[in-house]
């Protein structure tokens, strides 16, 4: 790997030429990431270290969608892309009378993809907290509002918008797991050969902090966001770069805006890590609960 900003690869429209960066999600999220990644010069290893799984109370999320499809809301809020292959998977009908809330951006690219529509995306703040300011703003009168969550989020969301006066129903849409990362991942990350981590979320910043324990001095560890900066700061997380947006872009641009870490001569001397094969993932709806991979096939319309 060559750093010098002077090397013919490193030219303007590869930045990030030198940066082996770790992403920490696979499925289409983790390869659009990885894409990014390397139409910017850098060589991504993609890693997941977390998974999603069915909630442990399939009967409860069972009847709140029942009656999503039966009109019983006046909105349903989206926090994740994860909601969305929920929401797909159990073939969720979302009627005309209830309106849309998503999070973010990259959430309601998701919904659409899909065939749902979205009726709302916070201006400026993509975090459950600006979701519920703006909501209250556009409705001053008490709504029937269904929260679809992960089962570790914490309630802001709902909490706003009771405080508000509105009506809410709050149900777990999935679970986040922990994924090991290979052993060749572990020794990369450990020796320095992995020179950026992205952390995009809370619970990704649990899984590097657990997995890898004595991160060199030299990596730069990225936050998504000052969200899911704070919380990697309450794990005891180092976070040397926040992206200014909550997004995946704003924090490879900001990546892209600072000097590849140098390597030394240990980490330089390992071999390449190569990408882990990743799929989407989707929810079964049978009673086992399997988590499998599917085509890329969401068109679908509602």
């Known amino acids: 790997m060559n750093t010098d900003p002077t090397h013919p690869d490193r030219r303007p429209g590869k930045p990030m030429t030198g940066w082996r960066v770790l992403v920490p999600r696979g499925g289409p999220w983790g390869d659009g990431v990885a894409a990014t990644l390397r139409s910017q010069g850098a060589v991504p290893v993609i890693a997941p270290l977390i998974n999603f799984a069915p909630t442990d109370d399939s009967a409860t999320l069972e009847r709140a969608l029942a009656d999503l499809a039966a009109g019983e809301f006046d909105w349903v809020t989206v926090t994740s892309a994860t909601t ?3 929401l797909y998977a159990y073939d969720a009908k979302i009627p005309e009378g209830t309106k849309v809330a998503a999070v973010g951006e990259t959430t309601a690219a998701a919904l659409t993809a899909v065939g749902y529509r979205v009726d709302l995306v916070p201006d400026s703040d993509n975090s459950a907290a600006g979701m519920a300011r703006q909501m209250n703003e ?38 986040t797991v922990g994924v090991p990362a290979k052993d060749n991942v572990v020794r990369d990350v450990l020796s320095g050969r992995i020179n950026a981590i992205l952390v995009t979320s809370g619970s990704v910043a649990e899984q590097v902090r657990e997995q890898f324990p004595d991160i060199p001095d030299a ?84």
Do not use: F
């Open 84 to 86: 969305v292959d929920v």
């Open 219 to 302: 990596t730069i560890i990225a936050a998504i966001g000052p969200r899911t900066a704070h919380d990697a700061d309450l794990l005891g997380l180092p976070i040397h770069v926040i992206a200014p947006e909550q997004t995946i872009d704003s924090l490879i641009r900001a990546l892209a805006d600072i000097p590849v870490p140098p390597l030394s001569p240990e980490a330089a001397a390992i071999p390449e890590t190569g990408p882990v094969a990743t799929g989407a993932i989707r929810i079964d709806r049978t009673p086992t609960g399997v988590i499998h991979t599917v085509s890329e096939d969401r068109g679908r319309s509602r």
């Open 138 to 175: 556009l409705e001053p009168q008490p709504r029937r509002i269904l929260t679809l969550r992960s089962e570790i989020a914490k309630p802001v969301l709902t909490n706003m918008l009771m405080e508000a006066g509105h009506d809410v129903r709050s149900v777990v849409a999935y679970r």
